[in-house]
Nanobody, 127 residues
Framework: QVQLAESGGGLVQAGGSLRLSCAAS????????KGWFRQAPGKEREFVAA????????YYKDSVKGRFTISRDNPKNMVYLQMNNLKPEDTAVYYC????????????????????WGQGTQVTVSS
């Protein structure tokens, strides 16, 4: 059972930056694809970004391209989401996710849902 724990959320003004971190318990975490989803109040959870096993390929929701960067550190069992030029519409609970069997390139395609989820971390962007 993979356990994921997010950190790094908070309150930031529009145009600011935050870096989310996700720590995994599984020692074989390097074999998992990882990613981030988010859920805003009153909305469905949506895909944000995903990264392949070795980090060579990344995928993003269109509205965050050029502003968000996903990365991973396999020896440390960590995955990150660097968020720059944040906008009020980025306000949401952000969830780290992991999946062993599905390639990262399909993560943004419905109805895919990763097998493992963190508890989420709140990101609030004020205007």
């Amino acid at each position: 059972q993979v356990q994921l724990a997010e950190s790094g959320g908070g309150l930031v003004q529009a145009g600011g930056s935050l870096r989310l971190s996700c720590a995994a318990s599984e020692r074989t975490f390097s074999t998992y694809r990882k990613g981030w989803f988010r859920q805003a109040p009153g909305k469905e959870r949506e895909f944000v970004a995903a990264i392949s096993m070795m980090g060579g390929s990344t995928y993003y929701k269109d509205s965050v391209k050029g502003r968000f960067t996903i990365s991973r550190d396999n020896p440390k069992n960590m995955v990150y989401l660097q968020m720059n030029n944040l906008k009020p519409e980025d306000t949401a609970v952000y969830y780290c996710a992991a999946d062993e069997g599905s390639p990262a390139r399909i993560w943004g395609q419905l109805p895919f849902e990763p097998a493992y989820w963190g508890q989420g971390t709140q990101v609030t962007v004020s205007s």
